[in-house]
């Protein structure tokens, strides 16, 4: 499945004690150092003083604290971010005194990010005389940055607003307000599918007031002269999150004009969108609710498909029609939209149902749950053991594994099969042969860890597994990966930030239904999960039978064959 953007991300040694300031693992350069003496310590902090100063916890002593004295004058906005950690060592003052040279900051600015990323504690340290001067660089700089590799600095950004996700808007968008409207539709069009809602919607916030400010509509932003693939992906992120509303509101200029340009732009497919993520996206705005923006899209996207020489993209136009035409609910749609008879040409199947006979093996559910061994890891461990163990399951630990066993309700019972953090590999193996000994097939896999374990989770589903459950940040982007390789499978993804406090209400709520019903119905789980789940961010959890991207994934896997036949133009 093709993405927009991928934020970088590393596996953490799980070895490693988590003493930097960040809270992250020190890396194999901060170990060597820290057992190799005072001068390997010093070596770091002249050849790395950015990992010296993080680190500085693993460094006591007062030659070490020479060699963070000078690693901070090369670094100095690593020791500003350090310095809770810094103001309580023997010497630190004088570290964090020297680090908070203007001048000396000024010149380590790089593309400006520096400064965006320890405003907060600048502004509580310096004159604000010093501070203004150092955000007018900081600014000038980051624009300059934005101009030569808008990509990489997108990247930057969307992580740098995502690690800020508890500060105050003011404070965390204070990075986008340095940028420019055209800047910012770009920043959103890379960085935007994977970024946390909140900052997504933050971003979107701060275009608007560019906009204005420089007296433009979003229609001058999508007819730009070589924008349409960047509009395309800036389409498909905003809509995707739920913001369709703002690209058709006032700010929009012509209506009809944005959505011809907008259905264009997706359907000429050559933007690198994944063609099932743009019927998805493209179903998702004809529910908007302004009526002349969704008749406009209508028209739009019945003109395309009524016209277009080219299979593939009236495939997509198809896919899209059909989605929306299956949420109509008796709403009529506009003539042009009618006239091409979406539904019926392309109708939709209903996802495989979760029965009792999908789900259960002689009256018992089998899960299969991974846990990895991070600290994220260990403590959802513990809390599901805690959790079920008050509930009166039977935990038995296998050694290197567990089994959660639910007490059996009208002749059902949940086992749930979990990986104990830090069995690593022989935990594994000696979990596959216990389900291979008992002649075991999970089917219901559940993913508890961060993105960069998905790859782990993955080998454990099997073509017939029911339901996937990606509990992880953007675990949206495994939807098609997770379908190819069971292609009957129910996926329930987080669009963007998955919650550990979230992750264990909804499954609670999962295992009631099965409890009670045997079967597993969206619409009961949803209305509870609705009533229960208070946290905002239970809104990037898709409903799996609602969900326009799984939808369109399975409409386009059916189409895909008759596609590969057709003669391309």
């Known amino acids: 499945m093709q993405t927009l953007w991928q934020r970088p991300k590393a596996a953490p040694n799980p070895n490693a004690p988590p003493t930097c300031v960040d809270e992250e693992p020190p890396g194999q350069a901060v170990l060597d150092a820290a057992a190799g003496g005072e001068e390997a310590v010093a070596r770091l902090a002249r050849e790395r003083p950015a990992d010296a100063l993080r680190c500085s916890d693993l460094f006591p002593g007062a030659a070490a604290t020479e060699a963070l004295l000078a690693a901070a004058r090369a670094a100095p906005y690593d020791a500003v971010g350090a310095f809770e950690r810094l103001s309580v060592r023997p010497g630190g003052a004088a570290i964090v005194e020297a680090a908070l040279d203007p001048a000396l900051l000024e ?28 955000e007018g660089r900081a600014a000038r700089l980051l ?13 930057q950004i969307g992580i740098l607003l995502d690690d800020m996700s508890e500060d105050h808007p003011a404070d965390r968008f204070r990075v986008a307000l340095a940028l420019p409207a055209d800047s910012l539709f770009e920043l959103i069009a890379h960085a935007g599918p994977l970024l946390y809602t909140s900052s997504l919607d933050g971003l979107v916030n701060v275009l608007r007031i560019q906009l204005k400010q420089e007296k433009r509509s979003v229609l001058n932003l999508a007819k730009a002269p070589g924008t349409r693939a960047l509009w395309a992906k800036f389409f ?34 050559d933007h690198g969108v994944a063609p099932p993520i743009v019927a998805g996206a493209l179903a998702d705005a004809m529910t908007i609710r302004l009526i002349p923006a969704r008749t406009a899209l209508e028209d739009e996207v019945a003109a395309f498909h009524r016209t277009t020489q080219d299979p ?14 299956l949420r109509l609910s008796g709403r009529p749609a506009s003539p042009a939209f009618q006239t091409e008879r979406f539904g019926e040409l392309y109708r939709l199947p209903p996802p495989p149902a979760l029965s009792e006979e999908r789900l ?5 559910n089998w899960q299969r749950m991974t846990f990895y061994d991070d600290r994220d890891g260990r403590a959802s461990f513990r809390a599901f053991v805690q959790q079920r163990r008050a509930l009166g399951w039977a935990i038995n630990d296998h050694g290197g594994f567990i089994t959660a066993a639910s007490p059996e309700r009208r002749g059902r019972r949940i086992v749930i099969i979990a990986d104990v953090p830090g069995s690593g590999e022989a935990g594994r193996a000696a ?8 002649g075991v097939s999970p089917t219901i896999v559940v993913h508890r860890g961060h993105s960069y374990h998905e790859d782990g989770t993955m080998t454990e589903i099997a073509a017939a597994t029911a339901l996937v459950f ?9 939807l098609g990966a997770t379908l190819e390789q069971a292609p009957d499978a129910q996926v329930l993804a987080t669009q963007n930030m998955g919650i550990s406090t979230v992750n264990q209400a909804l499954l609670r709520i999962i295992e009631e239904r099965l409890l009670t019903s045997g079967t597993i119905d969206w619409a009961v789980v949803w209305a509870d999960a609705q009533a229960q789940i208070h946290d905002r961010r239970f809104g990037a959890y898709k409903r799996p039978d609602q969900d326009s ?21």
């Open 360 to 364: 259960f093996q002689r009256g018992v």
């Open 236 to 269: 498909v992120a905003v809509v995707s999150s739920g913001r369709a509303r703002d690209l058709f509101d006032a700010t929009a200029g012509d209506v009809r004009e944005l959505a011809r340009v907008s259905v264009a732009a997706l359907l000429t497919l």
């Open 312 to 325: 593939q993209a009236k495939a997509v136009a198809g896919l899209a029609g059909g989605l929306h035409a």
């Open 143 to 155: 624009a300059g940055a934005f101009r030569q590799d808008p990509v990489a600095v997108s990247s």
């Open 431 to 438: 979990l596959r042969a216990w389900l291979e000994q008992h």
């Open 107 to 134: 010149r380590a600015l790089d593309n400006g990010l520096p400064f965006y990323q320890t405003r907060h504690e600048l502004r509580r340290r310096l004159q604000p005389a010093a501070v203004r001067a150092l």
């Open 470 to 478: 990606w509990g992880s940040c953007g675990g949206h982007v495994r």
């Open 549 to 569: 991207t799984n939808l369109a994934l399975r409409g386009w896997r059916m189409q895909a064959d008759r596609v590969a036949k057709l003669p391309r133009n």
